[in-house]
């Protein structure tokens, strides 16, 4: 038998690799940022997924002898001016909020994604695409929403597409910058070389490379869309009432902030949790997906 010293390195074991998606959601999970904002989004999150078990009461039954009942045993948030369960309208609110902002994130993923390919590949398309882009840019995000709400009436489909055309150019920004960058690769370009076609490259080496700081902009806009959703309902622009939203809420309390200050701080604290646990989840998915912060660390 050889001595242990004399043995050849190709008799050592090679250590078993960390699967890459292991390893990424193994350093989400430490940080804290990342954990702090996916248990405040996932506590709203979760609240508005179980809205119709832990609430009993419709959150546009009306019972006027229980109007402005502050919060306690019987009414764990209070009433409103109607005597509607603040508790229920808040819940119900927050599964509409989840849902406009869910849908607002989709929109963009598939068309900012595509917008921003199709102009960071195709070189002949990138100067049309990018001064639509520059000119819906160029006004305020919530203004321009505003203005499109304004036009098209209030509902709550309207607030959701005009919050997507007002946030698809940013998106298609970010994911045309990652494309410029990477269709110049070596890899990509061997791809090409070997006879590939644009819209495999596109899908194959281009996009799924792109996905990091698509996914941290998604988390960011997430938060960007409940906020503005909660603007325009504020403003009458959003659900038609009686169909609760934190914002028509908010918008109805304002009348009564001296005798019932319930009604729009509560609604307030749970957009203000809503909004700090996404851009918590988004500052940690920036930390760990984003390669020049991991070299800084």
């Given at each position: 038998m050889?001595?242990?010293?004399?043995?050849?390195?190709?008799?050592?074991?090679?250590?078993?690799?960390?699967?890459?998606?292991?390893?990424?959601?193994?350093?989400?999970?430490?940080?804290?940022?990342f954990?702090?904002?996916?248990?405040?989004?996932?506590?709203?999150?979760?609240?508005?997924?179980?809205?119709?078990?832990?609430?009993?009461?419709?959150?546009?039954?009306?019972?006027?002898?229980?109007?402005?009942r502050?919060?306690?045993r019987?009414?764990?948030?209070?009433?409103?001016?109607?005597?509607?369960?603040?508790?229920?309208?808040?819940?119900?609110?927050?599964?509409?909020?989840?849902?406009?902002?869910?849908?607002?994130?989709?929109?963009?993923?598939?068309?900012?994604?595509?917008?921003?390919?199709?102009?960071?590949?195709?070189?002949?398309?990138?100067?049309?695409?990018?001064?639509?882009?520059?000119?819906?840019?160029?006004?305020?995000?919530?203004?321009?929403?505003i203005?499109?709400?304004?036009v098209?009436?209030?509902?709550?489909f309207?607030?959701?597409?005009?919050?997507?055309?007002?946030?698809?150019?940013?998106?298609?920004?970010?994911v045309?910058?990652?494309?410029?960058?990477?269709?110049?690769?070596e890899?990509?370009?061997?791809?090409?070389?070997?006879?590939?076609?644009?819209?495999?490259?596109?899908?194959?080496?281009?996009?799924?490379?792109?996905?990091?700081p698509?996914?941290?902009?998604?988390?960011?806009?997430?938060?960007?869309?409940?906020?503005?959703?909660?603007?325009?309902?504020?403003?009458?622009?959003?659900?038609?009432?009686?169909?609760?939203?934190?914002?028509?809420?908010?918008?109805?309390?304002?009348?009564?902030?001296?005798?019932?200050?319930?009604?729009i701080?509560?609604?307030?604290?749970?957009?203000?949790?809503?909004?700090?646990?996404?851009?918590?989840?988004?500052d940690?998915?920036?930390?760990?997906?984003?390669?020049?912060?991991?070299?800084?660390?």
């Amino acid at each position: 038998m050889r001595p242990a010293d004399e043995f050849d390195d190709d008799d050592a074991v090679s250590p078993v690799r960390e699967h890459p998606l292991r390893g990424t959601l193994r350093r989400l999970f430490r940080h804290r940022l990342f954990v702090t904002g996916l248990c405040l989004f996932g506590i709203i999150a979760l609240a508005a997924a179980l809205a119709p078990v832990i609430t009993d009461v419709s959150p546009t039954r009306l019972a006027m002898r229980f109007k402005f009942r502050p919060p306690g045993r019987d009414f764990i948030f209070g009433t409103d001016n109607f005597g509607r369960s603040l508790w229920s309208r808040v819940i119900w609110g927050a599964q509409l909020s989840m849902f406009i902002g869910a849908s607002v994130v989709l929109l963009n993923a598939v068309f900012g994604t595509l917008i921003g390919a199709l102009a960071g590949y195709f070189r002949w398309l990138d100067n049309g695409l990018m001064r639509v882009n520059d000119a819906l840019m160029a006004f305020p995000a919530i203004l321009l929403a505003i203005a499109i709400t304004a036009v098209l009436g209030p509902s709550t489909f309207n607030a959701i597409l005009a919050l997507s055309i007002v946030y698809i150019p940013r998106t298609a920004r970010i994911v045309r910058a990652s494309v410029i960058v990477l269709r110049e690769m070596e890899y990509v370009q061997a791809a090409v070389a070997a006879g590939a076609g644009h819209w495999r490259i596109l899908r194959r080496h281009i996009l799924p490379n792109a996905m990091a700081p698509l996914i941290v902009q998604l988390s960011f806009l997430f938060a960007y869309a409940v906020l503005s959703e909660a603007t325009l309902s504020f403003l009458g622009l959003g659900a038609v009432p009686p169909t609760p939203t934190w914002g028509n809420i908010m918008a109805e309390g304002r009348q009564y902030l001296v005798e019932a200050p319930w009604i729009i701080t509560i609604p307030g604290i749970a957009l203000m949790i809503t909004v700090m646990g996404l851009n918590l989840l988004g500052d940690g998915l920036r930390d760990v997906l984003d390669p020049r912060l991991r070299i800084q660390q």
